[in-house]
């Protein structure tokens, strides 16, 4: 059982490219998200998807898009990245039935953009 | 909207000596609270949760925290910590009935000397 696993751990892209990140759970859950995590700003919700068919902007959803391919799989693209991307991508998921708000995360995605 | 505040951006103790780390939120009714601690280079792990009841709750790795409702507070605390303690530890609140997404504080660096 390996929970949430993300792909790749670490990235370096130039201004203007573009890439998506892969995050994947094998615990049947319904729901999945994707933050950002940067110093001092604790983590913050780009999107995320209640269920599957469904996704929703968050907090901090501009130069981003997402698919939720099937119920495991919830990638993150950036179309054009930004040195303001520079950060480091989390994956959760969580049972998305009632009363359960625990969050189950992946290892994170450390990108750089330069 | 909902916040949450960890007032302490760090906070440094020897090994064996106790901890307390504040959260405070801000909602008119009871939320949901939760403890999650991010070791370096890692994603984060659950530690413990507050849904209803006692409201002095037990986790992982001998953590408590006690949910104080005059307060608006969710402090965790460990009476001896250990030098593996050391790690980044966030405070999160969700609304019930929501749509399961917790809100996070900034987090607080733990730092133990030996």
């Known amino acids: 059982n390996a929970g949430v696993t993300q792909t790749p751990k670490f990235q370096v892209l130039k201004t203007g490219q573009s890439m998506t990140l892969q995050c994947a759970q094998d615990m049947n859950h319904n729901s999945m998200y994707w933050y950002r995590q940067d110093p001092g700003m604790g983590l913050r919700l780009i999107y995320y998807?209640?269920?599957?068919?469904?996704?929703d902007k968050g907090e901090v959803p501009n130069g981003y898009n997402v698919s939720r391919l099937n119920k495991r799989e919830f990638s993150l693209r950036l179309e054009s990245a930004a040195p303001s991307q520079t950060s480091v991508y989390f994956c959760?998921?969580?049972?998305?039935?009632?009363?359960?708000?625990?969050?189950?995360f992946g290892p994170g995605t450390r990108l750089t953009v330069t | 909207a909902q916040s949450v505040t960890q007032p302490d951006i760090h906070i440094t103790v020897s090994e064996g000596a106790s901890l307390e780390l504040r959260c405070n939120y801000s909602y008119g009714a009871t939320p949901y609270l939760f403890w999650y601690v991010q070791s370096p280079g890692q994603g984060l792990q659950l530690l413990l949760k507050?849904?209803?009841?006692?409201?002095l709750v037990q986790g992982i790795k001998g953590f408590e925290a006690e949910f104080k409702r005059s307060q608006s507070s969710f402090n965790l605390r460990k009476p001896s910590v250990h030098w593996s303690d050391a790690a980044e530890y966030f405070c999160?609140?969700?609304?019930?009935?929501?749509?399961?997404?917790?809100?996070f504080g900034r987090g607080t660096s733990l730092i133990v000397h030996p």
């Open positions: 507050y849904f209803s009841g006692d409201t």
């Open positions: 998807s209640a269920s599957e068919g469904t996704t």
């Open positions: 999160a609140v969700a609304l019930s009935g929501g749509s399961y997404i917790p809100t």
């Open positions: 959760a998921s969580n049972p998305g039935t009632a009363n359960s708000y625990e969050q189950y």
